[in-house]
């Protein structure tokens, strides 16, 4: 999700409400203690140099439990990142910490903010030699792609 986006629907949200990739909300009295532009500069194992840029939000939770972070409240927050900090339009990146802090992408369900899974890939596949995956056939598939070869059809 972009900033953009998650402006758009805090212009018409109520209430503010994270959840979790297993499903559990993050508690309601939580606070944004951070928004801001991360940006890393490094080389893949294949010896490009390459940069990403994105819009980090830090959630963070105290014994504050009267505390309720409403949504124009974060829109302002946002606004005035964007404003202060030049941020563009980026992607949004979310840390929280559970065990030990996470980071997680950012998506929307129509009531919750979801806080999605990321992965780690490499970026340089063919220069490292890990051989492209095959894609799996299904024969039921193939049968159905034009001529065949069919017992007693002489084309064996």
Known sequence: MKLSEIKSKLKVLNTIAFQLPNGTLVPNHFHVTEVGKISKHFIDCGGTVRTENVANFQLWEADDYDHRLHPEKLLNIIELSEKVL???????????????????????????????????????????????????????????????????????
């Open 86 to 156: 030049e941020i563009e339009d980026l992607e949004i990146e979310v840390e929280y910490q559970g065990d030990t802090i996470g980071k997680y992408g950012l998506d929307f369900d129509g009531t919750h903010f979801l806080l999605t899974s990321k992965l780690t890939d490499c970026l340089a596949k063919d220069k490292c030699g890990i051989p492209e995956k095959k894609p799996k056939l299904k024969f039921s598939d193939l049968q159905n792609e034009g001529p065949s070869c069919a017992p007693g059809s002489g084309c064996c």
